[in-house]
C-alpha cells in the first residue's frame, strides 16, 4: 500500500469508525465478536469472504477466522458502500480495482464518484417525498383542528 492509499485509507476509515462508534482497537475478534461490533451478521461476513469482497481473513490455530483492525475498517468500509446502496457486483469491482494498486486510483475514483452522484439524487428524491409526506400530516392536523372545532 502506498503512502497516498494508507493516508486515505485511514481518513475514511476513521471517520466511519467514528460514525459508527468504533474505537481504536489493537486486539483480534472472532467472527461473531466482529459481526456483534460491526452490526452485521456472521453469515455477512462468510459470504464477503467467500465472494473476495473482504481480504482473506487469517485463521488461528484452530482454523477459526481472526479479524484485526484493518479488517474491519475494510468491512466497514463494504458496509457503508452497501448501506448506501452500491450493489454487490460494483463492491466486487471496486474491491478487484483495490488490489490492482495505484494504477487504478483514478478507476476507483470514478466508480465511488458515479455511486455518490446515485445517492445524491435518492437523497434528493428521498427530500422530495419527505415533503409530501409532511404536507399530508399537516392537511390530517388541519382536519383534526376542524372536527375539534366544530
Known sequence: MTKYQAE???????????????????????????????GVSSYTLRYYEKEEIIPTIERNASGHRVYKDEDLEWIQFVTCLKSTGMPISEIKRFVQLYQLGDASIADRKKLLIAHKNRLLARMS??????????????????????????
Open 125 to 150: 428524491k428521498m427530500k422530495e417525498y419527505l415533503e409530501k409526506i409532511n404536507w399530508k400530516i399537516e392537511h390530517y392536523e388541519g382536519m383534526e383542528r376542524q372536527i375539534v372545532n366544530q
Open 8 to 38: 486515505v485509507w485511514w481518513i475514511s476509515a476513521n471517520v466511519y469508525n467514528h460514525w459508527i462508534g468504533v474505537g481504536d482497537m489493537s486486539m483480534t475478534l472472532s467472527i461473531q465478536e466482529t459481526a456483534d461490533k460491526l
